[in-house]
């Protein structure tokens, strides 16, 4: 099934450059608008939230134009985190939301997600037929002058998130006596996060709150977390949280400024759910990324590890068809479906915080489940074409699986949102895992003019 917009996770790209354009944000809006807006003889109205990077107030007004010329209701909220447009659609009762973000990228990056009306992201067929639609948007019929949409802003959209996330949180609980370092990465949750925390008596340190439209991720939040680490150091507290710039990844740090990432707090969910009796699908969902020790820790709980293709679209579609409500990356990326549709950090967060307050030790013990297999992950960026077809790189994989047996494995896949290969080596020896990676690294970079 080849997309020409839609990639791994919505429409991304530099913004004011195709297909991250004004004119293509116009369209997605008449397309999407217009599908969603023939469901049934009555108003229509969709959500629209962002993040908070400059390219923000293009998109959001040519996306607003789109929507309303087929007829539909707008409900702008202003910078939210991505989970909390998901929530907001199905609230509201909404035909569509929209996130307006590039999620950990630079600024110079946005995207387009879209939620159907249960709070999902589309599926590929879906996207697909809207994609057929923005190539004809010529041809779709726009609405009358008197059944124009309207737009308009809600208020107390922070606030319902507010609650929301609190809701998730067990209610005989606090995080009184808690300093926590909270990183919002100059992004979606630079207000919401720190206030959650406040309000369930942390004592918080917020980092990443102060946006320019610019410094979106830029040296802080979960892709680049070395001030958390040594902040949570010097203040002396107890752990470290950094979200990404869209607020649906989640990756923290102990009280040594050590981190821990999201196998580990994923392993660490699962295992007090079970004991819980709460976890369902007897284990977890993850991807193809995910650490081999999460692997041996969910098979000595007996509990299973069911893998996807990369992408937390695809962890949610198997988490929903075979009823599992825990699943997610390696990245941070977690889903809990009891409490949401999509990756949600702060909700992840709150749920690592409540086996922390209930064990009453140091996060480094608590937040520890498993031994990971080194892992060696690098990225080349490459131009055209598909440098992974070429034979001197294959015969470069097939020669590090030889070396690697089977005391470890590789995985060596397109990046869905940007031009890069992703090479990834684990196993039991990391000389021999640093060695096969940077061989293949430097096949692919041989062919890429990199």
Known sequence: MTRK???????????????????????????????????G????????????RLSGYMVEPALTAGFTSVGMDVILVGPLPTPAIAMLTRSLRADLGVMI????????????KLFGP?????????EVAIEADIENSSNIELAKPELLGRATRLDDAKGRYIEFAKNSFPRHQLLKGLKIVVDCAN??????????????????????????????????????????????????????????????????????????????????????WADRGLLKGGGLVATVMSNMGLEKYMQARDLKLVRTAVGDRYV???????????GGEQSGHMVLSDFSTTGDGLIAALQVLSVIVDQERPVSEVCRSFDPYPQVLKNVRYKN??????????????????????????????????????????????????????????????ISGY
Request: net charge negative; hydrophobic share 35%.
């Open 5 to 39: 917009y839609f990639g791994t996770d919505g429409i991304r790209g530099t913004a004011n450059q195709y297909p991250m354009t004004a004119d293509i944000a116009l369209k997605v809006g008449v397309a999407a608008g217009k599908m969603f807006a023939g469901r």
């Open 41 to 52: 003889n009555f108003r229509h109205r969709v959500i629209i939230g962002k993040d908070t």
């Open 101 to 112: 973000s590039a999620s950990h990228n630079p600024y110079e990056d946005n995207g387009i």
């Open 118 to 126: 249960d709070g999902y992201k589309l599926s590929d067929e879906v």
């Open 187 to 272: 992004g979606a949750a630079y207000k919401v996060a720190p206030t959650v925390l406040w309000e369930l008596e942390a004592d918080v340190i917020s980092m990443g709150v102060t946006p320019d439209g610019f410094n979106i991720n830029k040296g802080c939040g979960s892709t680049d977390t070395a001030a958390m680490c040594r902040r949570v150091v010097e203040e002396g507290a107890d752990l470290g949280i950094a979200l990404d710039g869209d607020a649906d990844r989640l990756i923290i740090c102990d009280e040594k400024g050590e981190l821990v990432d999201g196998d580990q707090l994923m392993a660490l969910i699962a295992g007090s």
């Open 316 to 326: 949610v579609q198997h988490m929903r068809k075979h009823g599992f409500n825990l």
């Open 385 to 446: 074409g598909n440098p992974l077809s070429a034979t001197e790189v294959q015969a470069s994989i097939k020669e590090g699986e030889k070396k690697l047996g089977d005391h470890g494995r590789l995985l060596i896949r397109k990046s869905g949102t940007e031009p890069l290969i992703r090479v990834m080596g684990e196993g039991e020896n990391i000389d021999l895992v640093n060695k096969v990676v940077d061989d293949i690294v430097g096949e692919v970079g041989k």
